[in-house]
Nanobody, 124 residues
């Protein structure tokens, strides 16, 4: 079955950086758009970033543009989220996700497979 396992979360001061990783198995990784989402306490889950299956296109939420970078290594079946200039409002559980269908457009919001999440806490 499909498994997505996130790692790399932690506690960091405002202005600092973290790099999240998501290792995928059980799917043809290089045929899937991959996304990152986050959920802060008391808030709904929100989209953060996505990358097309070949890595040639990316898209970001306005709140993270210019600070976060999504990338992937298809040889390692891993997607990354480099987070710089972190702010306290970035504090959340971060999830990676894959849609149900291969070759989904980068604009898709039909994500089906989810990891367990990794906690990111940014102190002020």
């Amino acid at each position: 079955q499909v498994q997505l396992v996130e790692s790399g979360g932690g506690l960091v001061q405002a202005g600092g950086s973290l790099r999240l990783s998501c290792a995928a198995s059980g799917l043809i990784f290089n045929a899937y758009t991959m996304g990152w989402f986050r959920q802060a306490p008391g808030k709904e889950r929100e989209f953060v970033a996505a990358i097309r299956w070949v890595g040639d296109r990316t898209t970001y939420a306005d709140s993270v543009k210019g600070r976060f970078t999504i990338s992937r290594d298809n040889a390692k079946s891993t997607v990354y989220l480099q987070m710089n200039s972190l702010k306290p409002e970035d504090t959340a559980i971060y999830y990676c996700a894959a849609p149900a269908s291969l070759f989904s457009p980068i604009e898709t919001m039909s994500y089906h497979y989810w990891g367990q999440g990794t906690q990111v806490t940014v102190s002020s």
